[in-house]
């Protein structure tokens, strides 16, 4: 068997193990969990939750907005760090817009299990008016979601056409297969125009990626509240979904790598140069998150410093200083030093900063909507604070479920690693018989 | 051109909403004001109003009829009463708590909720300085951040300046309760339970669903709030808050008619302000609220009466359950 046959089997999508089949029981077990409370919302309203007339905003909009936060990792990873030249992430670009893909999917879902009237989703369409940042927001969304499909599938061309001949014993994944390689033959007409293709997404995706997060930041900063209002929030979004995303990759790469024996293509220093990227995505984060709580803080008026009161020393101080220190300062501190750039170490730093990452929207969105300028009176005395029922747990639940779902039938049936691309930088590709020199 | 404008608009305001809201305890006005009205037939009942120029004249019953209602064929109810412009002045100084603005309106409007349209907030700026009361609905702003943020045009602002709400077309994304920096919408979280009066007030009234009633019915999953009554100037009767205040509070009119009243006083608008020292909420925000408050000085009431009133944790009634 020559390098390119055994990469080709190395790297085939492979049918679910025990583990996998358990594994996606699991995830289904808590989606249907979540839908049988959906329905249950759509019943009797919003009510099932612990959101109400001052907390009007909860783990639904803050979940909605960690889902947008990580699927700016598909621009970070395929986008950025392609245009920049930087080969070494070939083999996590399709890791990276997966995860893309599937956050984007779901920040969409989540957006509207949110809504008091679901069914009326189409007004925004018959109604819409592009005052609203709402609007703004599906627009960008939704430009975001067609562009993310498009740059995962252009390079899953050839992988396509590779994989048909690949599955020359299985009729029908051939015949999917071919289908989805649109006649790829590997012509230099298509090569160029795949590649040219890839690159005008590539730029493209860029400014809406900002463009999506900026908006959903602009969801709080056009408002007048404390903790909200601020001209910061763009970038400030940005900074902290870079994060995000990267610890995504870096979680999801090391988990495929240990299920699917991918060591000889996810290596030790794909692990070790994510591990840099995140140092300095922290870095630019612990930038903004200073200006964002230092600058109010050092005014201290009184509506800021009533806020800011309650994160730095209130009811969410535990929770304030955990992502604080979790999901910004440790990752510099572990990731900064080479032992720490291990795949391990690496590993859980990452998985860390997707949990503090997930509480800091929560942090975002709740204390804020607790302090408004009026005082809170004339309202029963649990309106007065906000954490999320058990049944917005199991929704929220099953939406993370969804995307992880989302993920894992996209690593069921494509190639995790490209496979057309890592011959390519082998040099391997001569054997490629759908490929004319 | 514009004086023209400006004389249709006085003479439709003098025979309409003018007489209508000052005459709103009797519930009824007269056809026509002028000098020539002065002469009547000895021994006939004559009724007193006041004039336009605030002059009090005495009005044969037999001039006096039924109010039409304001709304004609051309009425739109998301572009509101051609040459009208609500506002409301709310006296500090009078408020002692008595909550019956509270509770008419959360019986005219079938509040089920927890949370009222219209609250009375305990305030205090500081420990040095006195405490007071504060009836807080819906500021009616005149740029309004919840308008500018739906989505959906669901809550939109008219020409007489009312804020109001399609709850047919809301899709409950409550982004304008984000908005709101006087957190005065309230969500419907559950179905409401108004159970069949606000039905039965319906037929009776021959009434469907419009944004210019709000409440009648509200909507599980939709965004609420205060009306300004628009239902009640049609009827050329004042809010149900205004006429419910024991101690005259409230006052209502039209901003272009320079004129306010609580039903039993009528104020020049603009002299109003001015002698007392009006203001309105959060000016800083550059929100523009048809709502003026007048502060709370030389009191007529006293504040700590109003303790016995004060619920923290309610603001709607449900004892009747």
Known sequence: MNAYDSLIKDLAPKKFGKTGKLWVGFLLLIIFGALACYVIQLRTGLIITDMRDYALWGIYISNFVFFVAISLVGSLITAILRLSGAKWSTPLTRIAEIIAVAAIIMAGLTIIIDMGRPERLFNLFIHGRLQSPIIWDVVVITTYLVISILLLYYPLLPDFAILKRHFNNNPKMQKWYGKLSLKWTGTITQQKLKNKSIRILSIMIIPVAFGIHTVTAWLFATTYRPGWDSSNFGPYFIAGAFVAGAGGVITVMYILRRAYHLEAYITAKHFDKMGKLLVLLCLIYLYFNINEYLVPAYKNTVEESAHLQGLFVGQYAPLFWLVIVGGLILPIIVLVFPKGRKPIPVFIVGLIVVIGAWWKRYLIVTPTLLHPFLPIQGVPESWHHYFPSLMEWIITFGTLASALLIITLLVRYLPVIPIHETAMEQGILDADKTTKQ | ?321
Not at chain 2, 3 to 18: A, C, H, P
Not at chain 2, 170 to 190: H, Q
Request: proline residues 6%.
């Open chain 2, 1 to 321: 051109m514009q004086e023209n404008d400006s004389n249709s608009r006085r003479n439709f305001l003098d025979k309409g909403l003018k007489i209508g809201l000052l005459a709103a305890v009797g519930g009824a006005a007269a056809k026509a004001l002028g000098p020539e009205n002065k002469e009547t037939s000895v021994g006939e009942e004559t009724i007193e109003l006041m004039s336009t120029d605030g002059t009090l004249i005495q009005v044969p019953m037999s001039e006096v009829m039924e109010v039409p209602s304001l709304k004609d064929e051309n009425y739109n109810v998301r572009k509101g009463y051609p040459n009208l412009k609500f506002v409301m002045v709310v006296d500090l100084a009078r408020c002692k708590n008595a909550k019956q603005c509270q509770s008419a309106c959360n019986k005219s409007h079938y509040i089920t909720g927890d949370d009222a349209w219209l609250k009375i907030y305990k305030m205090q700026e500081s420990e040095s300085t006195a405490p007071y009361w504060q009836p807080t609905l819906c500021q009616h702003c005149d740029k309004p951040p919840c308008v500018k943020v739906c989505p959906v045009d669901a809550t939109f602002k008219r020409q007489d300046g009312l804020v109001l709400i399609d709850a047919d077309r809301c899709i409950g994304c409550r982004f304008c309760m984000a908005a709101c920096p006087y957190s005065t919408r309230v969500f419907n979280w559950a179905e409401p339970k108004q159970g069949e009066m606000s039905e039965i007030t319906m037929d009776m009234e021959h009434l469907h669903y419009s944004p210019d009633y709000a409440g009648m019915p509200s909507q599980k999953g939709t965004v609420d709030k205060c009306d300004f009554c628009p239902h009640m100037v049609d009827k050329g009767e004042l809010p149900h808050c205004v006429s419910a205040c024991p101690n005259g509070v409230f006052f209502f009119g039209d901003a272009y008619e320079d004129t306010v009243t609580n039903g039993d006083e009528t104020f020049r608008l603009s002299k109003l302000l001015k002698d007392k020292a009006g203001y309105r909420l959060m000016e800083s925000l550059g929100t523009e609220p048809s709502v003026y408050y007048l502060p709370p000085s030389n009191r007529l009431v006293d504040f700590e009466e109003g303790m016995t009133n004060y619920d923290e944790f309610k603001s709607v009634d449900k004892s009747d359950e």
